[in-house]
């Protein structure tokens, strides 16, 4: 067990001298995840009432509510809470380090009303036996709010199913913060969804030559809102990084249907094997949905016949039959289609992940 420490002992342990009051406003600087390279300083300046409102326009966190960040507080998700608790008035609960069923023992033992996570902590706790989850009731938590890398409409439903309809999608960026947020009812409703785009935020998906495109086709993400990026510590002018209108473009491809923001991918992951354009992140979304994969990460490699080819990194579950490489051959042919086929299929213990959760697909070798 970890030892509970109230901020009324960390303040009688402080020291009582008088603080120089700050000549200019603090700033904040946050490091990217670096997942694509070594992370960088991003300076996102001291925030707002609009960016905090854009938020809570579609996440219901609640003035006086107790909340378990458990996600990184060097994270831009877990240091946007450990700032907004300080305006709404919540009450925060912390932990030195994540542990599956300890994340369970908190929601209940401090009576949360919310958490905030990344999504493969999400994972780990369902991979606990269901004779340690039934243990745990969680129906007075309102909300879990999920940020930091995709949630999987299969996970998404998992958690929901086992522990009730509180679970929020937010998808956003350390540049651009929050972009979209969906709710349970989105969840259930298109799984694997972005959500839709909150109060004083816009959105546009964009093609190459910077148009909106219609609804229904890929387009880059672009957004604008109440806090903006302000660039990289030591780097150059952002303004060559802004699209049409100001927008800072996430990096990630999505197309709009019915309201709701989808993502495909990073726009720099996109492969083209056989002439054909292919995301990743559509065959790790299948593949996810396979009773026996545990995890899955799909990269694109050089291939002397198509261009390139997919090779898919697959975790296996133990507690049912392996798959095997034609099973997750098979599986992706028959729901997503014949070029999205990964040739090559490895199977490993894990996958590499940084302090975030992210996977880091740069790590991936062969096991």
Known sequence: MHKIVALDELIARGDDVDVRVPSREGRAVIMTSGTTGSPRGANRGSGSLEAAAALVSRLPLRHGWTV?????????????????????????????????????RTLTANRCDAAVVVPVMLQRVLELPDSVL????????????????????????????????????????TECAWVTIASPADLRRAPGTAGRVPIGTTVRLL???????????????????????EG????????ADLGVDGLMPTGDLGRWR???????????EMIVSGGENVYPAQVEDCLATHPGVAEVAVTGVDDDEYGQRLSAYVVRRSDVEPVDAEVVRTYVKQRVS??????????????????????????LVLS
Request: aromatic share 10%.
């Open 258 to 268: 019915d309201g709701l923001l989808f993502v495909e991918g990073r726009d720099d």
């Open 207 to 229: 093609d190459a030559d910077g148009r909106q495109v219609p609804d229904g086709e890929a387009g880059r993400v672009h957004v604008a809102n109440s806090l903006p990026f």
């Open 338 to 363: 014949g070029f999205a086929v990964p040739r090559d299929v490895h199977f490993v213990d894990a996958l590499p992940r940084n302090e975030t959760g992210k996977v880091v697909k740069r790590r």
């Open 134 to 173: 039934g243990r745990y009731d969680l129906s007075a938590v309102q909300a879990i709010a999920a940020s930091g890398s995709a949630l999987p409409g299969e996970l998404s439903a998992r958690w929901m199913d086992r522990f009730g309809d509180h679970l929020y999608n937010i998808y956003g960026s």
């Open 68 to 104: 378990h960040v458990a996600a990184p507080l060097f994270h831009t998700w877990g240091w946007a809470h450990l700032n907004l608790s300080m305006l709404i008035g919540s009450t925060l609960v912390l932990r030195r380090r994540f542990d599956p069923e300890d994340f369970l």
């Open 232 to 239: 990289y510590t030591g780097g150059p002018d952002i303004s």
